[in-house]
């Protein structure tokens, strides 16, 4: 069966010095190079558009082909939304493409393991994601104030990977698109058609890297991950 990956990596990084935040360096790799090579083992994915900032294709491009030379990836300009840039990405998906998965590399500590777990989860679903319980007690603020409790039961905290029937999502896009719907994640897009999406366990260390802080921890995450694998 068919599988293409699609890396959203258009952010632009403005909280982390500026710049695209897909070359910002961590572990002394562009952070975009992370997510490549797990997308690249995982799930028989044959190969991966790349949704690059405007003007940064060719760096985009130049990280892409060394980090993963083996691997079919085209490159294509972002938008100027998460969603915008992923339906740009699917006019660079083959066709023959039959199942799709969509990851942010702004979550560079992915691993093969979830990509795979997402996929997987396509046999019974169209579409899958890998999320995290909520475990904080939620409250719903009034005027600066606590108006209410919100109970945190059956509720989920979103992550990427999220692996879709290609048939289903780029259907899921067109109908987003003509009702200039826009939803910050790919799963929504499903949802509103009435959809089945599975949920998957996520990971506490797939972080979305936003902040500075966020890439200090993620450096350390990265550092006891390799401390492990030596052992």
């Given amino acids: 069966m068919s599988v293409w990956a699609i890396a959203a990596a258009a952010g632009e990084g403005s909280r982390l010095g500026g710049g695209p935040k897909a070359l910002v360096r961590l572990g002394g790799s562009p952070m975009l190079s992370h ?8 799930g028989g994915v044959e190969g991966i558009v790349v949704a690059a900032p405007a003007g940064h294709e060719d760096g985009i491009r130049s990280v892409a082909v060394s980090t993963v030379p083996a691997t079919r990836v085209e490159v294509v300009t972002g938008g100027s939304t998460r969603q915008e840039s992923v339906r740009r990405s699917l006019g660079a998906v083959p066709d023959a493409a039959r199942r799709i998965v969509v990851h942010d590399a702004a979550r560079p500590l992915v691993t093969v393991r979830l990509v795979d777990a997402a996929l997987e989860a396509l046999d019974h679903a169209a579409g899958s994601i890998v999320a995290i319980p909520l475990t904080d007690t939620l409250k719903r603020a009034v005027g600066g104030f606590v108006g209410d409790t919100v109970s945190r039961e059956d509720l989920f905290r979103a992550q990427t990977p999220q692996a879709f029937r290609a048939d289903v ?51 350390a995450l990265l550092r006891s991950a390799r401390g492990d694998t030596e052992r």
């Avoid at 997510?35 to 995982?42: E, I, M, N, T």
């Avoid at 999502?169 to 790919?186: G, K, M, S």
């Fill in 35 to 42: 997510s490549l090579v797990v997308l690249a083992k995982a």
């Fill in 169 to 219: 999502f780029r259907a899921a896009h067109e109908r987003a698109a003509a009702d200039r719907f826009e939803a910050t994640d790919d799963a929504a897009l499903l949802e509103r058609l009435g959809e089945r999406v599975a949920i998957v366990a996520g990971d506490e260390r797939n972080l979305k890297v936003t902040t500075v802080e966020d890439l200090v921890l993620a450096e």
